[in-house]
C-alpha cells in the first residue's frame, strides 16, 4: 500500500491538480508526484486525467496521468516565477476550468 501525504490537493469540477513542493530536487520530486497521481487515481477509481506539479516555489513542472493507460507525461517545459506568471496561471486556470 501507498504511504504519504499529498502537499496540496486541488479540485475543480471534473480534474484534479496534485502538487509536490520540493526544496531543491525537482527529478526526485516528479517521481514522488507521479506515484502520489497513481495513488490518487486508484482511491478515486478514476478513468479522468489527474494534473500534476512539482515545484520549488520559483520553477514549476508539470505532469498529467492518464489512468486508463496508465502513462505519465512529463511536460518539458519549466516555467519560472515571477518571469513566467501569467503563463502559469492559465496553466492552472485551463485545468481547473476544462
Do not use: C
Amino acid at each position: 500500500m501507498l504511504q504519504g501525504n499529498l502537499d496540496y490537493l486541488i479540485e475543480g469540477d471534473r480534474n484534479l491538480i496534485v502538487i509536490e513542493a520540493k526544496r531543491d530536487d525537482l527529478t526526485r520530486g516528479f517521481t514522488q508526484l507521479a506515484v502520489e497521481m497513481i495513488a490518487l487515481a486508484m482511491r478515486e477509481d478514476t478513468n479522468q486525467l489527474i494534473y500534476g506539479a512539482v515545484t520549488m516555489g520559483t520553477l514549476w513542472i508539470f505532469g498529467i496521468l492518464d489512468p486508463e493507460t496508465h502513462h505519465i507525461t512529463r511536460d518539458i517545459s519549466a516555467y519560472k516565477l515571477p518571469d513566467d506568471l501569467e503563463e502559469l496561471v492559465k496553466i492552472l486556470v485551463g485545468i481547473l476550468g476544462s
